[in-house]
């Protein structure tokens, strides 16, 4: 008993699959949704994508609460820096500001984050900052405990210049691979671009994604259940 008392009393942990793809023309962020206490799962519809300011977001990983604060101040201070200039912020900008409260912090904060956005100034950018602080621009990026299962099909799958469908459509797939081989990564997939014309988000639920090997279709499910139109009466 006492083990299970001490996974429920565990910091809520989001082992988890963040992902960040350049397109021509902007951004997609995708994330799953589980977030975990221990060996339980807390939250089975998170979400994991936060907004930073109209043209940039952030994918969270790692510790939810420090990863939810450290969001919060840089929503703050990127608030104030777009009062004083009287335009919004870039995403480099809003990037490096998440590296400097990561690294001045890293000995207390235990989240790997990925921020991504659109600017007038230097298009569609990606900016992984991990554990510790580190500031790394690339063309796609891939966190979370379910990305070790993920660096050979980026490899594979990965091309300069993909359509918005072709972007899109790659980050539901390496979530939904993640989900499948990752048993910190769970529940439902969602997305977020961003591109000159603005934010898009999309949901994708559980039993509306591929299907990997030796996976089996979810049958007579939760929400099978409660989409029914006229679910039987229960019977004594």
Excluded at 11 to 19: A, E
């Amino acid at each position: 008993m006492d083990s299970i008392y001490n996974d429920l009393n565990a910091p809520h942990s989001m082992g988890t699959t963040i992902i960040g793809v350049t397109y021509d023309g902007g951004v997609v962020l995708g994330a799953d949704s589980r977030t975990s206490t221990g060996m339980y799962v807390a939250n089975r519809a998170s979400d994991k994508i936060t907004q930073l300011t109209d043209n940039v977001y952030i994918c969270r990983s790692g510790s939810a609460a420090d990863s939810q604060v450290l969001s919060d101040y840089v929503r703050y201070y990127l608030h104030q820096h777009t009062i004083q200039l009287g335009q919004p912020a870039t995403v480099k900008v809003a990037a490096n500001l998440v590296r400097m409260v990561s690294y001045n912090n890293k000995n207390m904060l235990q989240t790997g984050l990925i921020v991504g956005g659109w600017d007038k100034y230097e298009g569609g950018k990606i900016y992984g900052i991990p554990l510790g602080g580190t500031l790394l621009e690339q063309p796609f990026t891939i966190g979370g405990s379910g990305s070790s299962y993920l660096y050979g099909f980026f490899d594979q799958v990965w091309k300069e210049g993909m359509t918005q469908d072709e972007a899109e459509k790659l980050v539901v797939k390496a979530v939904s691979l993640a989900i499948a081989r990752d048993g910190a990564s769970g529940g439902v997939v969602r997305t977020v671009t961003i591109n000159k014309d603005g934010v898009s988000r999309k949901f994708y639920p559980g039993n509306t994604l591929p299907l990997w090997h030796e996976e089996l279709e979810a049958k007579d499910s939760l929400l099978d259940i409660l989409s029914a139109a006229s679910p039987e009466p229960m019977v004594s």
